[in-house]
């Protein structure tokens, strides 16, 4: 699935941080504060680690995947 391919370029932090953030594993979503407590980083380090993991989603060789 394409899905899986794309996500096989992110990190596993920028994975879990998205995953955490977005609530994609079935869990309620979680704020910076929250999801920085849970992985011992700042709430910058995680908002910097989103940032870069939607960097790369939105590149457009990935994005042209995601909606194809």
């Given at each position: 699935?394409?899905?899986?391919?794309?996500?096989?370029?992110?990190?596993?932090?920028?994975?879990?941080?998205?995953?955490?953030?977005?609530?994609?594993?079935?869990?309620q979503q979680?704020?910076?504060?929250?999801?920085?407590?849970?992985?011992s980083l700042?709430?910058?380090?995680?908002?910097?680690?989103?940032?870069?993991?939607?960097?790369?989603?939105?590149?457009?060789?990935?994005f042209r995947?995601?909606?194809?």
């Amino acid at each position: 699935n394409s899905l899986n391919s794309i996500l096989t370029d992110l990190s596993e932090d920028e994975i879990e941080i998205l995953s955490l953030f977005y609530g994609l594993k079935g869990e309620q979503q979680k704020s910076y504060e929250s999801i920085a407590r849970l992985l011992s980083l700042s709430a910058d380090d995680v908002r910097l680690i989103w940032a870069r993991a939607l960097r790369k989603l939105k590149h457009p060789s990935r994005f042209r995947q995601l909606i194809y």
